[in-house]
């Protein structure tokens, strides 16, 4: 019983490790500062311990606690944000950062992160130039629209377009009216709900119809003297199927214009590309939107465009200048590194090789062959490690809230293990990290969304956990 009482007494002081030559790799590798507090920290726990009697009398020498202070210390600075390998086959994976950026966009942030940049600078004149020239051009060529405006995301985009057009004013001190259908009153998930951003931005939500059926009339009579906007919100993470019903984009133009009402189109994803020859339904297109007559049109950049978070307007120059103009715009602008991914990203789509450079498209386009091919190789890998697995026939979802419900066909890696839930979290402790989807008590491993440079690791990881 005198054993606590006497390694309680015989604690170095945090002075006598801190000068241990144990510890000086540690000041160099953390700050000496940091290192201290780690080995303050790691004392405070081992004396507690022993007032306890819970460190089984174990001898304590100054190079265990250096050691333990060590395992704090790289707890304290490991990143959180770290590099992850999707196996799951949601290709836009909302929770694990979307879309990855195609080389050329990673070339062009460094290129801009690591000095400095025109971002603001006109070259010709040695003035003061605009942030919103980068993408502009590229998105006016891809789209048609006469202006553009990126934003930091889309849900800044349609809050800043709702607040801009019908938000309130001197003159309109309760807001404008905003109708909309009551079947495209959604939620998009991590809290973005079209009646919340409404009532945030001072637009006087108007809704119409029915969940399931709203009519070209029931848009009309809602129409009013303070009537600023139509909006249309893409469904973009559920359908509705059976009987049901709403105006094509076109009829609402037609209706909006007559009565001098702007029509918005929150397009959610808004792809660039169609997707129908993928074997999707289509996807609405930025460029559809603006042909059937919407004025402004909002949709993300790192969705089915393949690019960085970013939100993006695009419409009449006039309705577009209203939205720039409004200072919301300083608050939600997108920061150069989102410029410069965006702009080298949209390059893709002007010169005809989206598919085969963005690595979004590169996913949604891989032909099934390619896949099973892939799939059976890695089979063999596993197989010969030990691992029961076998190839099923399966589905890769786009995600993202885009094509609800749309699949692509795939061949999955279905790999039995005795604890699944157990060998899922150990593939999450992985260095990267493995995220799969576990299925009837098996490991589902879907090779549509490991990127090229992720299957030595993924093999690796697999193979641990035989
Ligand atoms: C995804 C989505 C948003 C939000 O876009 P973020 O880029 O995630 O901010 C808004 N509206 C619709 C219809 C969406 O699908």
Redesign the pocket.
């Known amino acids: 019983m005198s054993q606590p009482r006497n390694a309680l007494r015989d604690l170095p002081s945090v002075d006598r490790l801190s000068n241990h030559p144990d510890t000086e790799p540690l000041n160099k590798a953390y700050g000496r500062s940091l290192t201290v507090e780690a080995l303050r920290q790691t004392l405070e726990q081992t004396r507690a311990e022993l007032k306890r009697g819970d460190n089984n009398g174990s001898a304590i020498d100054d190079s265990t606690l250096i050691s333990d202070a060590k395992s704090l210390l790289e707890i304290w600075l490991a990143p959180t944000l770290r590099r992850a390998i999707n196996a799951t086959g949601v290709i836009i994976h909302?929770n694990l950062g979307r879309a990855p950026l195609c080389d050329s966009a990673l070339k062009a942030v460094q290129e801009v992160a690591q000095g400095y940049s025109t971002l603001e600078y006109d070259l010709d004149t040695g003035k003061r130039g605009s942030r919103h020239a980068h993408a502009e051009s590229l998105l006016r060529r891809i789209t048609g629209a006469e202006a553009v405006l990126v934003v930091n995301?889309?849900?800044?985009?349609?809050l800043l377009a709702l607040t801009a057009l019908a938000g309130r004013t001197d003159i309109a001190p309760n807001g404008r009216g905003a109708i909309i259908s009551r079947g495209q009153l959604?939620e998009?998930?991590?809290g973005?709900r079209?009646p919340d951003v409404m009532a945030q931005s001072g637009a006087r939500l108007i809704e119409v119809g029915t969940t399931n059926r709203t009519h070209l009339h029931d848009y009309e009579n809602a129409i009013s003297a303070d009537t600023a906007l139509i909006l249309r919100?893409?469904?973009?993470?559920f359908a509705m199927v059976g009987f049901t019903s709403e105006p094509t984009l076109a009829e609402l133009a037609e209706l909006a214009h007559a009565h001098d009402l702007l029509l918005v189109d929150?397009?959610?994803?808004g792809a660039l590309l169609d997707t129908a020859p993928f074997g999707l339904a289509p996807e609405p297109t930025a460029q559809a939107s603006l042909k059937a007559g919407a004025d402004i049109v909002?949709f993300?950049?790192?969705?089915l465009l393949g690019g960085p978070?970013?939100?993006i307007l695009i419409g009449k120059a006039e309705i577009i200048e209203r939205a720039r103009r409004h200072p919301l715009a300083r608050a939600v602008r997108a920061d150069k590194l989102c410029l410069a991914a965006l702009a080298a990203t949209l390059t893709h789509y002007l010169k005809g090789d989206a598919l085969a450079q963005i690595p979004v498209w590169q996913m949604i386009s891989q032909p099934p062959d390619a896949i099973k091919q892939k799939a059976s190789a890695w089979q063999e890998t596993l197989l010969a490690a030990g691992l029961t697995c076998e190839l099923i026939g399966g589905e890769s979802a786009v995600g993202?809230?885009?094509l609800p419900g749309e699949t692509l066909p795939t061949t999955l890696l279905a790999i039995s293990v005795s604890a699944p839930e157990q060998a899922a979290a150990q593939l999450r402790r992985a260095d990267p990290p493995v995220i799969v989807r576990i299925e009837e008590d098996r490991l589902i491993i879907d090779p549509r969304t490991a990127l090229p440079r992720d299957e030595p690791d993924l093999l690796a990881a697999l193979r641990a956990i035989a």
């Open positions: 909302t995301n889309n849900a800044a985009a349609v959604i998009i998930g991590g973005f079209i919100a893409h469904r973009s993470n929150d397009l959610g994803s909002m993300s950049g790192d969705k978070q970013a939100g993202g809230g885009s």
